[in-house]
């Protein structure tokens, strides 16, 4: 008898965790655009080397042993009809079962320049880009450089003041500081977060955001709140705030500004909401295809906590549903729902401190960032992964990676 084909687009959250739930008994394939996972979470910490690549972008094929049939290639189309998803350079693919988790993509907003200028932040490599380029900036002010040209050619800005953009802005500025020391440099460098709204961490709660503003002020970032980017060239921002506009020269500009639907979904001629995610039932199945299922940051499931949508904690927590009932499907049982609440918060800031929120208390400082160590050495995927990094943790530290001049940095 032949198995039922199942599968998963997308490697993520959502994606590798429903693999990792289906492995084993079942004819399971995973398809995704690179060869590794990445823990985004912590990504704030390999750009500062708090953590290693290997720490939170592990191998599928180490991940999945096995288990899992694995395609590294991007998927161009779904035809829901002919239950054939079509990839780039290789030859389509047929499903029984299809799960959809391909996530977001970076939302540049139409704002000149920004796509073209700007530096996203999803993945190892644009954190190895961003080093990159905060290295080269520092590289080329000679020592002896007044504090006001240095702050100049050192001002870095960031777009979006949600967490991504606090807890990235702060580890910059904690970075440039210790690199202003070694270096002998004159003056202070400049990271600016540029937000749209009137607050920081707008979907978190007051306790936590008293935290985050506190870490911004230690660190010296400059929060511009209620002021809309207007446009970017290779080396500056424009933005507004009360009607004015103004233009500064930056060394770099990281866009955070939020996450729009994955193109392949956008092509998909099946039930959307207003905003684009994919409309599912409770079972996580597409509504008018009981035989795809979707989650994570593409689909709306109304039975969650609003501040969820489009976190890893969400689609992590449903792909446990979905992994149950892509089984059950198979085996003619009962299919399951579930209700999710907000598991906690834990935001990295700078090198030496994090804000945790557990329990409806918030607690910040280095013990927080321990902390937070601790979580999510929890959250990784498999257990001997999750063992082998918190040993490497334990043992080997967690202390940030200076940054050094470019034939020094590795
Ligand atoms: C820097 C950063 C930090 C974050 N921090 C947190 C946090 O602290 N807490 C939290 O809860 N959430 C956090 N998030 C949000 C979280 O990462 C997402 O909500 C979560 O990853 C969504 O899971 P997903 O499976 O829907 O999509 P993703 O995890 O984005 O996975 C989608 C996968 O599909 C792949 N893919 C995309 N298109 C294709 C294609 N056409 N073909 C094949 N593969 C494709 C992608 O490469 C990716 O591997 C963070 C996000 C970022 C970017």
Known sequence: ?????????????????????????????????????????????????????????????????????????????????????????????????????????????????????SLPFRKIEHADTLRHVMVAALDRIPPETPPQDVRRELTFALVGAGASGCELSTKMADLLVDAFKRRALHGEPRVMLLEMGDKVVPG???????????????????????????????????????????????????WLGGVRMNPLVEHLDVEKNRRGLLVVKPTFQLSQHDNVFALGDIAFYPDAAPTLQGTAQLAYQQAGVVGHNVKALLEGKELRSRHFEELGEAISLGTERAAVLTGGKAFGGALARQARFALYTGRLPTWHHRLRVGASWFFGGTQPRPLLPLGFER
């Open 1 to 117: 008898m032949t198995k039922n084909r199942i599968v998963i687009l997308g490697g993520g959250f959502g994606g590798l965790f429903t693999a990792l739930e289906l492995a084993g008994s079942l004819d399971v394939t995973l398809v995704t655009d690179s060869d590794h996972f990445v823990f985004t979470p912590m990504l704030y910490e390999y750009f500062s080397g708090e953590v290693e690549a290997w720490h939170i972008g592990p191998r599928y094929d180490e991940l999945l042993e096995n288990n899992v049939k694995l395609v590294v290639a991007p998927a161009i189309s779904v035809d829901v009809d002919s239950r054939t998803v079509t990839l780039e350079n290789r030859e389509p693919l047929n499903y029984d079962v299809l799960v959809l988790a391909v996530g977001g993509v970076t939302n540049y907003a139409g704002v000149p320049g920004a796509q073209e200028f």
């Open 204 to 254: 978190m709660g007051d306790e936590i955001r008293g935290l985050v503003e506190e870490a911004l002020l230690e660190s010296r970032v400059e929060v511009h709140t209620l002021t809309r980017v207007v446009s970017l060239t290779r080396d500056s921002v424009t933005f507004e705030h009360a009607g004015q506009q103004e233009q500064i020269h930056t060394a770099g500009v990281v």
